[in-house]
């Protein structure tokens, strides 16, 4: 590398990060006329690559997957490419300059794919993978004992984790009361009330109760179930509480699983750029908004939906494009029009499958999904088997 070299620096080391780094090292840089002054820079929080699918089942029970398929070495995904032509950060970003580039850690392009972090360290990676797995293992120490387990919030990991939690334990007759609250009319609110009601069957005849319109107002202690920076205290997962609804009832139980929702990783990045809920404001081409030039988000960090890991298989075409196109007008001196840009086709089809237990709901591209088919696709390994065509490049051998 000269003294000329230019970093396109990738903040975030999940599915994000990793997929739009094997494009630029596959497709944008070889393209560049002074493709050998380039060089990819990934900055993660953890040093592995992490499935984060698996988690509802991955979390109840150690022999639930290969561990050495669930987390991958960072250094073993991008092991094809030259050591010149990558750099992998094991850290993390706590402050983004869009406006001066050159401080601290310069880049010439930028890529934010820091995706966004669950209330529970069982549901996903708050920092490097080891305390996931150490969550997990606490978790499932107490599994035995617990005599109850609440889980707050009725979206898809909420469900799934009744689910697997009710397969588990009750599979032999021991009747353990599993309950999931929800404040919403429905669980599932992104599918129809139909698909729903049918997936609370379900939950039904594992032993789960749902109790809907129902919101926690209070959770004693504050912190059960929780872990993060502030609260970096994994003990939480195994707490025992008291849960108060707002219509004055109060429930306890000897394990508590929050699963309402995620909080996108953007805590480094300056509010100008973030929409009112906290993510990174995109426009259709992918560039951040009020960031300059050269400057891009994708994943479950940006605005832009579906937050999926299926529409970041789609946005990375887009980002790697866009930034090739930047990329030779910045060395032409020149400036890309904006008709010029590619755009993200709209996803107007809902996805979603739902395991539960030895079946499942969902759409698939807006069309009701059996249960066998959720099961076939998705149920037998939460997309375990799919993971490394994403994690080693192969999704992207051809430009698109």
Partial sequence: MSSKSKTILILGGSYGGVAVAHYVLKHVIPSLPDKDNYRVSIISTSSHFFCRPTCPRALVSESSFPRDKLFVPLTTVFAQYPTSSITIVHGTAVKLDHTNREQELGYHALIIATGATAKSPLHGLFSDHTRTEEAWSLFQKKLPSAKSIIIAGGGPTGVETAGELAKYLNGNGSGIPITV?????????????SVAEKAESQLSKLGVSVIKNRAIEKVTPPNAGLADSKNPDLKSVTDSVTIALDNGESLEADLYIPATGVVPNTSFVHEQLLDNEGYVQVDSTLRVKNAGNRVYCVGHVSSSKPRAIHAIMNQTPVIGEN???????????TEVKENDYRVLGQDTKVSQLVVIGSKGVGLAFGWKAPSFLVWLIKGRDYWLGMTPAMWNGKQFEKAS
Avoid: Y
């Fill in 181 to 193: 609250i929800t404040k919403g009319r429905q669980i599932l609110p992104e599918l129809p009330v």
């Fill in 323 to 333: 930034l090739k196109r930047d990329l030779l007008a910045a060395e032409s001196g």
